[in-house]
């Protein structure tokens, strides 16, 4: 088989950028699962006679302001930033999507309260609300991120919602029930196979996110001991030492840009995959216009042809 | 309700002057979304409150210390903090004060949540405002320019930069403003706040640093959307309509074109309304601002649970706010087509 038909003229792998970011996502989490191991130096020793040193052989990415070489303390904070962020998107995916088929199936009630939780929760900005939940729950990384994965469940749900209002209201699904297809079968044959691709979309997206948002944290110091390297660690004890390393930040500053680079890379390759108009149009963050209008409208057409 | 209200609406709107029907149809819509926001204010509120009822530590305890924790005195300082109430009774009641303004007093300083937050809102404020303004003026200018421009290089130097800006988050590019214009250029503070009562220009120059780094991901949001949506509409027969009538290019790109297109960038503005206030929170660390954020991660080391409360409370009510501005223009935006359809 030729490599061309293996990738396939419509697959997403065909754009370089596609191919480009998966490159780069594949070693983040090599890194992830490897980085502490092959760091060259100990990440936590501190040596007091090459403090602030520009990179070199000896010091790759030169050192920190206790002479620890930055980047045995990247390639050893990765897999906390990783791990963590796929935790919030795990929790965002697995409440979110699932949400989104249910309201447009259960009924007007189910889907109005549902929509009026994903709303409330769309109100709360993910840092403010992050840190009340270590504050109520204990000062950890995984809490915090946990918080942010709930946020990100709002956005899970309003796409899912929107793609399966869309598929369910088709004629072949019409057929199907015609032919007396159970609700079941509708959605596990007709509808999930369809939301996929703009799930992963959005997955893509979440991950992005998140990583910004673990970074930020580990920024702030959330959930974080001290001498434990983290991306965002090295990058606020940089921020310290502006006038005797003013080129410091811009390690870890790239090292996150790359990465979230390549997760958006890869989320307009699927876009551009499934096509424009796959995915559902902007909604504002609380509907109390002709968007809720619309949609309501096009939810009631649903469960008619449904009923 | 909102479709009885329509169609109500769409029965009585043969009698009535097209202009007052279309007041109408604002009105009812507005009300529709009053139906919608109660139960949002309602629901974000109460998480906001169950987040601290939730807080596994004994306030009463955490107040009294270890030595006069004693069983009764803290029973006694939990009846007088209205503690052995049930939830939603302690909701309530928090609710009822926190609409008129009391938030209630720190655990530890016994100062007024709500003075300590009218306090340091303003250099959040501040920020914030400004970098609104900056967002749509750079994103809007770049948009629009890329979309009239299509395939110029302008046009593909803004889709880079916007790629490119929007990987960067809002501490990175506060730290490296820091790096360009304070460590190594000197041309502005690094740090600190003085309130616009002190002079508008040393007020501008503390927050133009921090606006921006908040301002340019917003930007790059409003300038992708905009040029989007501006390019499909510019190539609507009205637009070619419009300038084959003779009407000058600048007004039909302005009140033509940019009226119809503004809709989505205008949505995504109200989206990005709480990544602006996360981007505000690292602005007040990389730039030593005394904002709202240095209060709540103080307050919530401390778990000074009243106090992360009312923070909460006060940026989701903001962020509400914002969204019903959004909403109400995006209304007023379109308000000619829903005069036709309604």
């Given at each position: 088989m030729s490599r061309r038909a293996l990738i396939g003229q419509r697959s997403w792998l065909r754009l370089p950028s596609a191919r480009i970011a998966l490159v780069i996502l594949a070693v983040v989490i090599f890194l992830s699962v490897f980085g502490s191991a092959l760091a060259p130096q100990n990440p936590l020793t501190i040596n007091a006679n090459a403090l602030f040193q520009?990179?070199?052989?000896?010091?790759?990415?030169?050192?920190?302001?206790?002479?620890?070489?930055?980047?045995?303390?990247?390639?050893?904070?990765?897999?906390?930033?990783?791990?963590?962020?796929?935790?919030?998107?795990?929790?965002?995916?697995?409440?979110?999507?699932?949400?989104?088929?249910?309201?447009?199936?259960?009924?007007?009630?189910?889907?109005?309260?549902?929509?009026?939780?994903?709303?409330?929760?769309?109100?709360?900005?993910?840092i403010f609300f992050a840190v009340a939940v270590t504050a109520a729950l204990g000062n950890g990384l995984v809490q915090?991120?946990?918080?942010?994965?709930?946020?990100?469940?709002?956005?899970?749900?309003?796409?899912?919602?929107?793609?399966?209002?869309?598929?369910?209201?088709?004629?072949?699904?019409?057929?199907?029930?015609?032919?007396g297809a159970t609700k079941l079968h509708v959605i596990r044959v007709h509808v999930v196979r369809k939301v996929l691709p703009t799930i992963a979309v959005t997955t893509a997206m979440a991950a992005a996110g998140a990583l910004l948002a673990v970074s930020f944290f580990t920024f702030l110091g959330i959930g974080v001991t001290p001498p434990a390297p983290t991306w965002g660690g090295v990058l606020s004890s940089d921020l310290d030492y502006l006038s005797q390393a003013p080129w410091a930040p811009f390690i870890p500053g790239a090292l996150i840009a790359i990465t979230v680079g390549a997760l958006n890379a890869l989320a307009d390759a699927f876009r551009d995959r499934i096509g424009p108009g796959a995915l559902p149009a902007l909604d504002p963050v609380i509907k109390t216009h002709s968007t809720l209008t619309q949609s309501d409208r096009e939810a009631t057409d649903v469960r008619q042809t449904a009923a | 309700m909102v479709a009885f209200i329509d169609v109500e609406l769409t029965g009585a709107a043969g009698a009535i002057a097209p202009r007052r029907r279309r007041a109408?149809?604002?009105?009812?819509?507005?009300?529709?979304?009053?139906?919608?926001?109660?139960?949002?204010?309602?629901?974000?509120?109460?998480?906001?409150?169950?987040?601290?009822?939730?807080?596994?530590?004994n306030p009463a305890a955490t107040i009294l210390g270890q030595d006069a924790a004693t069983p009764a005195a803290v029973a006694k300082l939990d009846r007088a903090l209205g503690l052995d109430k049930p939830l939603v009774v302690q909701y309530w009641d928090w609710f009822t004060q926190a609409v008129q303004g009391h938030l209630g007093v720190s655990y530890f300083t016994q100062i007024p949540v709500s003075q300590s937050i009218a306090q340091r809102l303003p250099v959040d404020l501040s920020i914030a405002l400004l970098a609104v303004v900056l967002a749509v003026l750079i994103g809007g200018t770049a948009g629009t320019v890329a979309a009239v421009k299509r395939g110029s290089w302008f046009d593909r130097g803004v889709t880079i930069a916007c790629s490119v800006v929007s990987t960067l988050p809002a501490f990175v590019v506060g730290i490296i403003l820091v790096v360009l214009f304070a460590v190594s250029a000197h041309l502005l503070p690094a740090s600190g706040y003085t309130p616009p009562s002190a002079g508008i220009g040393p007020w501008l120059e503390h927050i133009i640093l921090p606006a921006l780094a908040l301002a340019l991901q917003v930007a790059a949001d409003i300038a992708r959307q905009l040029r989007t949506s501006l390019v499909s509409v510019l190539d609507q027969n009205y637009i070619v309509g419009a300038r084959v009538r003779g009407l000058p290019?600048?007004?039909?790109?302005?009140?033509?074109?940019?009226?119809?297109?503004?809709?989505?960038?205008?949505?995504?503005?109200?989206?990005?309304?709480?990544?602006?206030?996360?981007?505000?929170?690292?602005?007040?660390?990389?730039?030593?601002?005394?904002?709202?954020?240095?209060?709540?991660?103080?307050?919530?080391?401390?778990?000074?649970?009243?106090?992360?409360?009312?923070v909460l409370l006060v940026v989701a009510t903001f962020v509400i706010v914002v969204n019903l501005v959004v909403n109400t223009l995006l209304a007023w935006l379109n308000r000619s087509a829903d005069g036709v359809s309604a």
């Open positions: 520009g990179p070199s052989l000896h010091h790759l990415l030169g050192t920190d302001y206790l002479g620890r070489d930055v980047l045995s303390r990247l390639m050893a904070g990765t897999r906390l930033s990783v791990l963590t962020a796929f935790e919030a998107v795990g929790i965002g995916l697995v409440l979110g999507a699932p949400l989104g088929v249910a309201a447009v199936f259960l009924g007007r009630w189910f889907d109005f309260a549902v929509n009026r939780v994903s709303d409330a929760l769309m109100t709360l900005p993910y915090a991120m946990s918080a942010v994965g709930i946020l990100l469940a709002p956005g899970f749900f309003r796409v899912t919602r929107a793609a399966t209002l869309e598929f369910a209201s088709a004629q072949y699904v019409e057929a199907a029930e015609l032919l | 109408r149809s604002i009105a009812a819509k507005l009300g529709g979304g009053l139906a919608v926001l109660i139960p949002v204010v309602v629901l974000s509120s109460f998480i906001t409150y169950c987040l601290g009822a939730l807080s596994n530590s290019y600048r007004r039909v790109l302005v009140r033509h074109a940019l009226r119809n297109a503004s809709g989505p960038a205008l949505t995504i503005l109200g989206n990005d309304f709480p990544i602006m206030l996360a981007g505000a929170v690292a602005a007040e660390v990389v730039f030593s601002l005394p904002g709202l954020g240095q209060l709540l991660l103080a307050a919530a080391e401390e778990r000074d649970i009243p106090v992360v409360q009312g």
